[in-house]
């Protein structure tokens, strides 16, 4: 069963930076996209960007492109998100997922807030 876990979360000040994480866990990810998505308070689940954990490729949605960087641990089983250059319009519930290559579903982690104060 397929278990991810984040941290890192909290509340910084515009321009500050971020790190946080996600422990996968219940199988081997290899041919699998871990992927990052926020939510902010009323509005739709948007997506971050993503990372393919066997080759690394990774993707950006073109507002966090340039202050955004996802990597992963395979040692780990983690995934960060590191997040520079921060405004106010950052600020959602974070999560973590996952989804095999050949699939579109999508397994989710509980989420991770991140405020960023003007």
């Known amino acids: 069963q397929v278990r991810l876990v984040e941290s890192g979360g909290g509340t910084v000040q515009a321009g500050g930076s971020l790190r946080v994480s996600c422990v996968a866990s219940?199988?081997?990810?290899?041919?699998?996209?871990m992927g990052w998505f926020r939510q902010a308070p009323g509005k739709n689940r948007d997506f971050v960007g993503s990372i393919d954990w066997n080759y690394g490729t990774e993707f950006y949605a073109g507002s966090v492109k340039g202050r955004f960087t996802i990597s992963r641990d395979s040692a780990k089983n983690t995934v960060y998100l590191q997040m520079n250059s921060l405004t106010p319009e950052d600020t959602a519930v974070y999560y973590c997922a996952t989804r095999w290559v050949g699939e579109s579903r999508w397994y989710w982690g509980q989420g991770t807030q991140v405020t960023v104060s003007s």
């Open positions: 219940g199988r081997d990810f290899s041919g699998y996209i």
